[in-house]
Each structure stands twice: as C-alpha cells, then as structure tokens.
C-alpha cells in the first residue's frame, strides 16, 4: 500500500472545517487591517531562497526540496517571505501607495525530522508590509498577530521580542560574542561551530543542551547582555515597546531570540504556547529592511510573521461543526432531485439519498449526518402539494405547503 510520505499528513474530512475556520478569520482579521491576499506560487528558483533567506540558515542548508528540472535548479518554498518579496518587486508593487500590506497562507515544505508539531509539508498563515522603517509599523504588526491569535480564542500565549540591531551594530556585537565563546568553541556541538564562522548569533538560540549550559557561563552572558545596538536602534526598540505598552500587549524581551534566518534586522518576535512542548512557537517574525534591495529591488523596508497552521490547530478550542440545514427523505427521487436544487440554490446546505433506501434508513441517516431537518416526501405530501419537516433535534414536526419551505426554513 502507498502511504503517505514521512512528515505530511492528510487533512481529514472531519478535522477540515477548523481549518475553514482559521483561514476564514484570517481573511477577517487581516483584511479588516487592509492586508490583501497573495498567492505566489509552491516553487521558486533555488537561488531565491539561497540569497533571500541566507545561506548560513539551517533551511538552506539541510531542509530545502531542491530539483532540478530542465537544467534549472527549482525548489519548494521553505517560507513564504523571500517569495512575497519576489514577487513585490517582480510586479511592481513599490509603485502602489505605500506601505503594501499583503497577506498569505499555504503549503511550506522543510526537510526536517518530524515530531510533534514538525512536518515536512507543514502550512503557514502569514502578513508581510512593504515602505515602512519606523517603529508604529513593528506594533502594528505584532498587534494584527495578536488579533489574529485572539480571533481563534487561543489562550496562554507569550510574546517574546528583541532588537538585534542593524547591519553596522550587530557587526560589533557579533566579534563581542565571537571574543566570548571562542576559548571554549571546541565543546560546541558540530553546527555551532559552522555557525561561529557563518552566523555566531545562531549560536543563541542552538537547542543543543551542551551549548546551552555553555551559554549559560558568566563571560558569555556578560557578551550577551551588555547593550550592543546603536542610539538610533536602541530609540527604535524603545518606540516599538511604548506603542505595545499602550496597546496593552504583554511581551517579554528574550536576548537570546535571533531567528533562524538570515534577512532580520532590529525587531523580531515570537509567540509561544506551554501547551505545545518542544516546539513551542506558533509565530514568528520581524523587521527584514535590507531584503528587497537584496534581492533586486528598490530599498524598500519590510516586516512580516509566519504563523504554523498545524500549530495553531492543535491550540484552538473545539468549535462547532457546522452542519447541513436538511436532509430530504423520500422515495420519489425526482421530487428529491427538484427540492435538493431549488434550496441549494437558494443558499442552504441540502443533501438527500440517491441510492434511494428504504424510508426508515434514510430518516437513520438524516440524524447521523448530523441534519437539522428532515423534509419528508411521502405519498402524501406528494398528492397534497405539501412537506413535512422535522427539526432532528426536538422531533416536533409540521407539514408546510410546498412553496413555503424557504421562507419556513429561514
Ligand atoms: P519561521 O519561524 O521559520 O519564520 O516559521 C514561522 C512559523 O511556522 C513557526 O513559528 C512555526 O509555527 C511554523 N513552522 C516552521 N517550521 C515548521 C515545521 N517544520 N512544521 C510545522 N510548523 C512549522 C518564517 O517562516 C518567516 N518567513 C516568518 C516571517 C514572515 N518573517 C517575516 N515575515
């Protein structure tokens, strides 16, 4: 038997109408803010993502789906971020009025070891805002994240946020880190020492229990903790706070947060759960203002979260299923066929039995599917011009002219 491939995993019938329900108020939440939906396509050229998300990043490095298909090198996207940008720049998009606010949701792929909350296929939902440097941008962002988090009543969340500079500060900072952990650079894990030459504040936030207790060390704390960004960056971060503070959006600043890829600069965030275990995070995000000229375009600042929808749906409060209106028992089919299309037309949910079973199995199954109603069609009824309608619930039942079924179902 074919199953399905490590790592992905079937959406079920029964388990689809929650996520109808996190992709519905996605397009509340995020177009009430004014985002506008994109949708870029699953694969890009490789290079995209080696120059868009770094090629000192662990996806770049180990996880991409990488092919190659008429001698070019194409690859599933990882992320969404370096593909929106891809496509800003590609359409022109800096000659609308900024700042551009998009929206996004789909398929990501990473080849990583699955466990929980990990797959291959996975998907995110994410925004992401073109032409806007200053820190009002930052907090309407982690707000619209916020809200959106809200509107799926997720509870116990955290905030976590930190400033790790721009280009010209974090080059201080990162010899300081490098000066710190260098005596001792032998007992980090393999990856830590790449990342020492490539990418040493990926160091920080490596899951690896050994390099974590040498974090941990006074001189590497001290390198840690000492302020490193520059006046305008550290006023930057500051704004960012207030506007949160004045939006009454808890947070908590975590220096040790750097995120796993390379296009950040000043903000970043990430909003955990407890109730998620190892992997805690169900969004992340931050400030990317060097990205769009990085890759071709006009220095444009950007920002933007992801936010994992397996995640997500693992967090959310049961919801209600939603249910068909009625279902027509009868079995004078063609009277099933006219009814079923007159009211599915009209808007309500209507299913009825086309192997047409005996009257007694198909009120059995007009419960089990969970119908509101049953609307019956005996000889009756037919003779008479007239539906019985049961609601399934209380067992009342009426019999109602024919022509009055929408108006009595409303
Ligand atoms: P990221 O932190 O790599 O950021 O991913 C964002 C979220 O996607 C994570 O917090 C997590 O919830 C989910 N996620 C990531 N990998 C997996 C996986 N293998 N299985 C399940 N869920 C996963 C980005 O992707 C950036 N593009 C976010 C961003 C947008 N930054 C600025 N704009």
């Known amino acids: 038997m074919i199953k399905a491939q490590k790592g992905t995993k079937d959406i079920l019938p029964k388990d689809s109408y929650k996520w109808q329900f996190m992709e519905q108020k996605a397009i509340e939440v995020f177009q009430n803010a004014n985002f506008q939906e994109l949708r870029t396509p699953i694969f890009e050229a490789t290079e995209l993502f080696a120059r868009g998300v770094g090629d000192s990043t662990d996806i770049v490095n180990k996880e991409m789906y990488t092919f190659e298909i008429a001698e070019r090198s194409l690859t599933l996207r990882p992320e969404n971020t370096a593909g929106v940008v891809r496509a800003y720049i590609e359409n022109g998009m800096h000659r609308l009025p900024s700042p551009v606010k998009i929206w996004y949701k789909g398929p990501m792929f990473r080849y990583e070891r699955p466990q929980a909350g990990r797959q291959r296929q996975f998907h995110q939902v994410g ?11 930052d907090a309407e962002i982690i707000a619209l994240a916020m809200n959106y988090l809200k ?64 974090l941990a060390k006074e001189s590497i704390q001290k390198a840690i903790n000492e302020e490193f960004i520059c006046p305008d960056c550290v ?9 949160l503070d004045i939006l009454g959006i808890d947070y908590n600043v975590n220096k040790l947060l750097v995120r796993g890829l390379d296009y950040y600069n000043r903000t970043v965030f990430e909003i955990k759960s407890n109730a998620l275990g ?21 220095s444009t600042p950007g920002i933007g979260f992801a936010m994992g929808m397996e995640r997500l749906y693992t967090l959310m409060p049961e919801i209600t299923e939603p249910s068909i209106d009625a279902f027509i028992v009868t079995n004078f089919q063609e009277e099933a066929f006219k009814l079923s299309q007159k009211l599915r037309s009209e808007g309500y949910a209507v299913d009825f039995d086309l192997a047409n079973k005996k009257f007694g199995k198909q009120i059995e199954k007009a419960g089990k599917i969970g119908a509101k109603y049953a ?7 037919l003779s008479s011009k007239t539906l019985t309608v049961k609601n399934l619930a209380t067992s009342e039942q009426i019999k109602i002219a024919k022509d009055e079924i929408c108006t009595k179902l409303k």
């Open 127 to 137: 925004v992401e805002m073109f032409g806007l440097a200053n820190p009002a941008a």
């Open 375 to 381: 609307i019956i069609i005996g000889e009756d009824e």
């Open 151 to 214: 509107a799926l009543s997720i509870p116990n969340l955290s905030l976590e946020i930190n400033s790790i500079g721009c280009k010209e500060c974090r080059n201080g900072y990162r010899e300081n880190l490098k000066k710190a952990i260098e005596p001792e650079l032998d007992e980090y894990c393999p990856d830590c020492k790449m990342r020492f030459e490539k990418n040493p504040l990926r160091i920080l936030d490596c899951k690896n229990p050994k390099c974590q207790e040498l």
């Open 278 to 298: 190892a992997q805690s995070a169900v969004c992340g995000g931050g400030r990317y203002d060097g990205l769009v000229e990085m890759l071709g375009g006009e």
């Open 235 to 243: 006023e930057h971060f500051t704004e960012v706070k207030k506007y």
